[in-house]
């Protein structure tokens, strides 16, 4: 039986910049669409005229990412169905646990937000941070998955300002708005 060492050449090696631990694609899109979706929502919690209630503000959030996850991970359960055969199985159910990165995302927007509840902010400082982190991690999060696929790393900063621009965009827009 041949050795597995016989079976690799030279040009099987990997480079080094593609050993580091990948992010799944998956884990990236639902991370990032976590990310955005708590920072829209948290810029639409500055309604005039409302008395802030942070904590029910970090609840409807965390039900918010609970649901659209739920919904995008039976969105490819309704897909695989209409391309394979209609039963249920456990794949199927992995496939909506999937979305959990959605929902991990939106945690340090609620955590922030529940600091508001605890007194060590105010709402508005704690949306306002909570803006500037989404925004932020947009683009740890462009930045690593761009050195992870082998770019340098002004290419890698650039596509993690391309990510970031998502969040500047709701930063604008909620300024303006408000």
């Known amino acids: 039986m041949p050795d597995r060492a016989d079976r690799v050449g030279p040009d099987d090696v990997a480079p080094r910049a593609i050993l580091r631990r990948q992010p799944s694609e998956q884990w990236l899109f639902s991370g990032i669409y976590g990310l ?20 029910a503000d970090a609840l409807w959030l965390l039900l918010t990412a609970l649901a659209s996850s739920a919904a995008h991970g039976y969105a490819h359960v309704i897909a695989q169905r209409a391309s394979r055969d ?8 992995r496939s909506v646990l999937t979305e959990w990165p959605l929902v991990v995302a939106v945690l340090p ?3 922030l937000l529940l600091a508001a509840v605890a007194g060590w902010w105010a709402e508005a400082t704690s949306a306002d941070a909570a803006l500037l982190f989404n925004t932020v991690a947009l683009f740890c999060l462009g930045a690593w998955a761009a050195r992870t696929a082998g770019h340098g790393w002004v290419s890698s900063c650039l596509a993690g300002g ?8 709701i930063i604008i827009a909620n300024s303006l708005i408000h």
């Open 162 to 169: 391309l990510d970031m621009l998502i969040g500047l965009v």
């Open 36 to 55: 955005v979706l708590a920072s829209a929502l948290v810029a639409a919690l500055d309604a005039g005229g409302e008395e802030a209630d942070p904590g």
């Open 109 to 111: 927007t609620v955590a």
């Open 86 to 93: 209609g039963s249920a199985t456990a794949s199927r159910l």
